[in-house]
């Protein structure tokens, strides 16, 4: 293959390999955006979550694709969100911690996902062993 062939390929399937590339990292990354901040989100709705001492208020929701769930801390004591059912226990069986993970936030702070897949999620709090969410996101424009 010569030089010119070589760069004519190269320029024919670079844009395809950075349309790939993009798209896994869009898929990886879809449920994953968020931020410490409290507020209405940038162009969509923001739904709250109530972390309490033993349990969270609501415990299930259902939003639309694009919007964003944020877990807030309402009983003067530190959380930790991590996506997976967890147990009672406090014991992580259903996912690697580190994965979609909050992070530790204290009082009167929180954590927001804003959600750029369909699919139910299930979150514990890894130091609330007994507080669990669900959040179904579902794409308004699919029937």
């Known amino acids: 293959m010569t030089k010119n062939m070589r760069q004519h390929t190269i320029k024919r399937w670079l844009p395809a390999g950075l349309v ?69 226990n406090g014991k992580d069986h259903e996912h690697p911690r580190g994965v979609l993970e909050s992070g ?5 702070e929180a954590y927001r996902l804003r959600f750029g897949q369909t699919g139910s999620y299930d979150f514990h709090d890894h130091l609330n062993p007994h507080i669990f969410v669900t959040v179904v996101v579902y794409d308004p424009e699919r029937r």
Request: aromatic residues 6%; proline residues 4%.
């Open 20 to 88: 790939l590339i993009i798209f896994a990292g869009l898929a990886f990354g879809a449920a994953t955006s968020y931020s410490r901040e409290r507020g209405q989100a940038p162009g969509g709705t923001v739904h709250q979550v109530a972390l309490l001492a033993d349990h969270a208020e609501p415990t299930a929701l259902i939003v639309k694709l694009g919007e964003s769930v944020q877990f807030n801390s309402r009983d003067g004591k530190p959380h930790n969100i991590g996506q997976g059912g967890g147990n009672e």
């Open 104 to 108: 530790r936030f204290g009082a009167d």
